[in-house]
């Protein structure tokens, strides 16, 4: 008996969420074919702004690879955009001449960069960011030319042009509205955020009206409608999103700014649905991941005849990637007929939260610095809590951290919004399926999979899991087979023993092998502070090609103060005038890259397997400033790692906040700098 057809038109994050869903409630109901406009499979089209700030790989943000579509017996064609739908004989067609009979249809076309009807969009240099290409489109432009402007300063615009900083491009944004994020910010919250950026290296321009785009044979730069002119050799446009729509005509399908759905998505008509940014339902047209991923599982339980509450709107909300930039934004914010019920500003710290209410209710919220409570403010709102909530939320211990923010967290609160994923589903999974890093969770629940906003929680709770119901952490693995203990045990150890040489450490801490290995007794050797215990840094200066004047200054001065300092694993330091092709700065344990803004150091890069690439730590004004910086965090590293444990693994360790947070405090970093292990006995000479 054969199966009914199920086509899907796209083949984006939204559209194979959806049939992800059928697959697993019913993985033989249906026949199924996927027409996607771009020759690739799925990826994760949230995580473009992460390739472009070099945290991530094209290969990295691809979610579904072809083998998924394989295995499950999906038909797949990459490329072939549909042009018309045949709804009488329920037929669809391609533009490269293919056709697919369907019994039910599902219309996932997405959406596509907003471009205005200036006069000069049309020429080369001006280009949207929506795509894989896009991204490819403004990487190439980056070895080319120097000057970019982004026209709209809006979480994408902003996402943007951090990429483009990185990439090593002079950036200004250009924002209609007085204040970024305007949708989602307010005044003083958007102010914090220009700040930063600023700092970053960001330029900004308010309250402009771009008139056209100038140039003759390429854009060279925008005209506004006050006479003034901004130079710009790539312009990029983030004003927004338009769904696509365009088969509504041939499909006979009702539209207003969308494809027009009711609560089980599907539109007016019959055996035709729509899921993600080409939907609109109740007038509102959802842009972010967690409302489509709500649709996608409202219209699969439907299409496999279960039982199903229908889809009736979502709480928007908002988080901005930007490398060391924290923001959140969740519900109304902006609204005149709201009160600011909660109101939080340390200015040492620059961490602002504002809570908002309306008719009592908790109706809105802003975090910047520390979006800690991010997943408590949003189950809030979601749930419409009074505002006495806040109340018993601020009677609560000052937090500390993750880990203490997981412990307190109920099993029933949501850790991933993107995907809704429980504490409790997080928990189960890795107690009955063994799980044991944030990568297992990731692929077995989806949490952090999305966004990836939530990755610090889920590590936390996933730490949690893992020291069992009582939340005390299990034994660590032993340093080697000599011994029961870990590192952290036999580093506590010897600090208190202060034994007198391998042989009595062996014996006072019950090691099987007296003679010990090369592992414990080097281990020993570096816990018990042995003058040349550890290893060395190595520096590297100017491999992208050459390094400037600056450059070779900061790895001098380097070089001066590091020659007697050992590291408990290999540290590899790399300097240079930008974070250029062909550099080996991202793959070192740590990089210092000169910048429009001052001085860029990266942290926690890898060349070997896993390949791990570095992460933005801080960013240092002056070259004395980033040179502290370094040696500071390489003393926070030496007295606080483990031996062995490589600079990355002691960052996942110990949190990239966490040691951000201790390097911008003057006191902070003046204690590592001081930090010594204590000289604890002649176990150096063994």
Same mark, same amino acid.
């Not at 549909?82 to 669809?92: E, F, L, N, T």
């Given at each position: 008996m054969s199966r009914p057809k199920l086509v899907m038109?796209?083949?984006?994050?939204?559209?194979?969420?959806?049939?992800?869903?059928?697959?697993?409630?019913?993985?033989?109901?249906?026949?199924?074919?996927?027409?996607?406009?771009?020759? $690739?499979?799925? %990826?994760?089209?949230?995580m473009l702004s992460k390739v472009l700030q070099g945290d991530a790989s094209l290969n990295d943000i691809v979610t579904h690879d072809w083998n998924w579509y394989e295995e499950r017996g999906i038909r797949l064609h990459a490329g072939h955009p549909?042009?018309?739908?045949?709804?009488?004989?329920?037929?669809?067609v391609t533009s490269t001449g293919m056709a697919a009979d369907y019994d039910k249809l599902i219309l996932a076309t997405g959406s596509s960069a907003y471009i205005p009807a200036l006069s000069g969009v049309g020429k080369p240099g001006v280009i949207g960011f929506r795509s894989v290409d896009d991204c490819e489109r403004m990487m190439e432009a980056a070895t080319i030319f120097r000057k970019a402007a982004v026209i709209g300063g809006g979480l994408l615009g902003l996402e943007a042009a951090r990429g483009l900083l990185n990439l090593g491009m002079?950036?200004?944004?250009?924002?209609?509205?007085?204040?970024?994020?305007?949708?989602?910010?307010?005044?003083?919250?958007? @102010?914090?955020?220009?700040?930063?950026l600023e700092d970053q290296g960001m330029r900004f321009l308010f309250s402009k009206t771009t008139e056209k785009i100038v140039g003759r044979?390429?854009?060279?730069?925008?005209?506004?409608?006050?006479?003034?002119?901004?130079?710009?050799?790539?312009?990029?446009?983030?004003?927004?999103?338009?769904?696509?729509?365009?088969?509504?005509?041939?499909?006979?399908?009702?539209?207003?700014?969308?494809?027009?759905? *009711?609560? #089980?998505?599907?539109?007016?008509?019959?055996?035709v649905y729509a899921v993600g940014e080409c939907a609109e339902h109740e007038g509102t047209v959802y842009g972010l991941v967690a409302p489509l991923f709500e649709q996608g599982k409202v219209l699969a339980r439907k299409l496999c005849g279960l039982e199903t509450e229908p889809y009736r709107g979502s709480i928007p909300y908002a988080q901005l990637k930007v490398s060391g930039v924290d923001v959140f934004s969740a519900g109304g914010v902006?609204?005149?007929?709201?009160?600011? /019920?909660?109101?939080?500003? &340390?200015?040492? $710290?620059?961490? %602002?939260?504002?809570?908002?209410?309306?008719? #009592?209710?908790?109706? #809105?919220?802003?975090?910047?610095? &520390?979006?800690? @409570?991010?997943?408590?403010?949003?189950?809030? !709102?979601?749930?419409?809590? *009074?505002?006495? /909530? !806040?109340?018993?939320?601020?009677?609560?211990?000052?937090?500390? #951290?993750?880990?203490?923010?997981?412990?307190?967290?109920?099993?029933?609160?949501t850790v991933c919004q993107c995907n809704g994923v429980t504490k409790g589903a997080i928990l189960a999974a890795v107690r009955e399926e063994g799980l044991s890093t944030v990568e297992q969770v990731r692929d077995r629940t989806k949490a952090s999979g999305s966004c990836g906003g939530c990755k610090p929680m889920v590590a936390a709770v996933l730490k949690l899991a893992l020291g069992g119901a009582g939340g005390e952490p299990e034994s660590e693995p032993p340093v080697c087979g000599c011994t029961k203990l870990g590192h952290a045990a036999l580093k506590e150890a010897v600090a208190e023993g202060g034994f007198a040489s391998f042989e009595l450490t062996a014996a006072k801490l019950g090691w099987r092998r007296p003679e010990g290995c090369a592992s414990c007794r080097e281990a020993v050797r570096y816990y018990s502070a042995a003058p040349d215990a550890g290893r060395p840094v190595k520096l590297f200066i100017g491999e992208g090609g050459g390094a400037e004047e600056a450059a070779a200054l900061v790895g001098a001065e380097l070089e001066r103060r590091l020659p007697s300092v050992r590291m408990p694993g290999d540290v590899r330091i790399a300097v240079d005038s930008a974070v250029a092709e062909g550099s080996m700065l991202l793959v070192r344990d740590f990089g210092l890259a000169e910048a429009p803004a001052g001085w860029e150091i990266y942290a926690g890069g890898y060349a070997g397997r896993p390949v791990k690439q570095a992460q933005l730590l801080v960013v240092a004004q002056t070259e004395e400033e980033a040179v502290e910086m370094v040696v500071s965090c390489l003393h926070g590293y030496r007295m606080n790692a483990f031996y062995g444990e490589a600079v990355?693994?002691?960052?996942?360790r110990e949190g990239l906040t966490a040691v951000r947070e201790t390097l911008l405090d003057p006191d902070g970093r003046e204690y590592w700098l001081k930090g010594r292990r204590p000289q604890l006995g002649a176990a150096a000479n063994a």
């Open positions: 038109i796209g083949n984006g994050m939204a559209g194979v969420r959806c049939v992800e869903e059928i697959y697993a409630l019913a993985p033989d109901l249906y026949e199924i074919t996927i027409f996607g406009s771009e020759p $690739r499979p799925n %990826y994760n089209r949230i549909v042009v018309r739908i045949d709804a009488q004989s329920r037929k669809v002079d950036v200004t944004v250009v924002h209609n509205a007085p204040y970024l994020m305007n949708r989602q910010l307010d005044a003083m919250s958007s @102010e914090l955020l220009r700040a930063e044979k390429r854009a060279e730069g925008i005209a506004f409608s006050d006479g003034s002119r901004l130079q710009a050799d790539l312009i990029v446009m983030a004003v927004g999103i338009r769904p696509n729509i365009e088969l509504a005509k041939s499909g006979g399908i009702w539209t207003n700014r969308a494809f027009v759905v *009711d609560g #089980g998505m599907e539109t007016n008509v019959p055996g902006n609204e005149r007929d709201s009160d600011t /019920a909660l109101l939080q500003y &340390d200015g040492i $710290r620059k961490t %602002y939260k504002k809570v908002i209410a309306r008719n #009592g209710k908790v109706s #809105g919220a802003i975090l910047f610095g &520390d979006v800690e @409570e991010s997943n408590s403010l949003l189950s809030l !709102l979601k749930r419409g809590a *009074d505002v006495s /909530a !806040l109340e018993r939320a601020e009677a609560r211990p000052e937090s500390g #951290g993750p880990s203490a923010a997981a412990a307190a967290m109920p099993e029933r609160e990355w693994q002691w960052l996942e």
